[in-house]
């Protein structure tokens, strides 16, 4: 199963240990992105003008994890990624994956992970 989340960059540290605490996973794939969701950016004020951003710097995460621990995984994204603020925590969904294999040994990942 492939688990994605979008999050708030300075969450990314605390999202990838709260998913390695709750359920043992520590592979994880992290690219820096900007967008918005329902906030639409931010406005700030510099030097007496308004400025308007527009996309805000986020981070896409992505984990290749085993089907029964995809549900938990979510759930320690989910609950790791909240800032406190109205919105702009991002966004976390999964989605079916097959023929994973690791590059370096052409092993398939449920060889691996059954230590075969």
Sequence with gaps: MKVEAVVVRDRVETVMEAVEEHTGHVGVTVVE???HGRE????HEYRGRVFESRFLPKAHLTFVV???I????IEAIVDAAKT???NGDGICWMSQIAN???NRTGQKL???EVGG
């Design 33 to 35: 992105a900007v967008g």
């Design 40 to 43: 639409k950016g931010i406005t």
């Design 66 to 68: 085993r089907d029964e």
């Design 70 to 73: 995809a549900e938990d995984v």
């Design 84 to 86: 406190g603020h109205v």
């Design 100 to 102: 994973v294999t690791h």
């Design 110 to 112: 449920e060889e691996v």
